[in-house]
């Protein structure tokens, strides 16, 4: 890397807004030979997103209200890390909190920055398998979830149709397609 690009000097930094969620921070930076510049970030905890098959070879969807778009959203289950944990156990919680299901086997498929010009944390993407349903949902207090188990076809022509449209599912969708082709041929 140039040095001249690494060398950002952070000239004050303040806190616009701190939550247990996100906190928003003001940086004024200067690199060598500019002017000063604000920069706002994000920080949040790294997030999970988890594509999750059943037993049957049906991949569960949920269905939520999303404040940002203000519109129902298709999406699969994931949310936040929480303080201490890790991501493969936060998937496993998230999943088995918002659908009901455990998973038999999960991997990762990949760790991905959310959106580092403004972002600090990470979402990480998982694969889980042999998902069996074992107990009902766990909803926090303000989540509203429906599950669906979607045949894998269906799921394919909802992403190419733009019906799932929340970028890291896309991601996630797009990264587990092999393993989800495979499984509805």
């Excluded at 129902?72 to 009901?100: H, K, N, W």
């Excluded at 998973?103 to 990949?110: C, E, H, P, W």
Aim: charged share 25%; net charge negative; with cysteine.
């Amino acid at each position: 890397m140039n040095e001249e690009r690494k060398n950002w000097r952070t000239l004050s930094s303040h806190y616009v807004v701190k939550t247990d969620f996100l906190s928003l921070r003001s940086d004024r930076r200067q690199a060598p030979g500019m002017g000063s510049h604000d920069f706002f970030v994000l920080e949040y905890p790294d997030w999970v997103n988890v594509v999750a098959v059943t037993t049957q070879g049906k991949v569960l969807l949920i269905r939520q209200f999303r404040h940002g778009m203000e519109e129902e959203t298709v999406e699969i289950p994931g949310g936040m890390v929480d303080p201490g944990e890790s991501p493969m156990a936060a998937a496993q919680r998230e999943l088995l909190e918002e659908t009901g299901y455990k998973a038999g086997k999960i991997r990762l498929l990949r760790r991905v920055s959310v959106n580092p010009a403004i972002q600090t944390n990470y979402c990480h993407l998982y694969l889980a398998t042999e998902c069996s349903y074992v107990q009902t949902q766990q909803l926090d207090g303000t989540e509203m979830i429906d599950v669906e188990d979607t045949g894998v076809q269906r799921v394919l022509q909802m992403l190419e149709a733009g019906e799932i449209h929340h970028s890291l599912n896309c991601l996630a969708l797009e990264m587990a397609r092999p393993v989800l082709v495979a499984l509805g041929s």
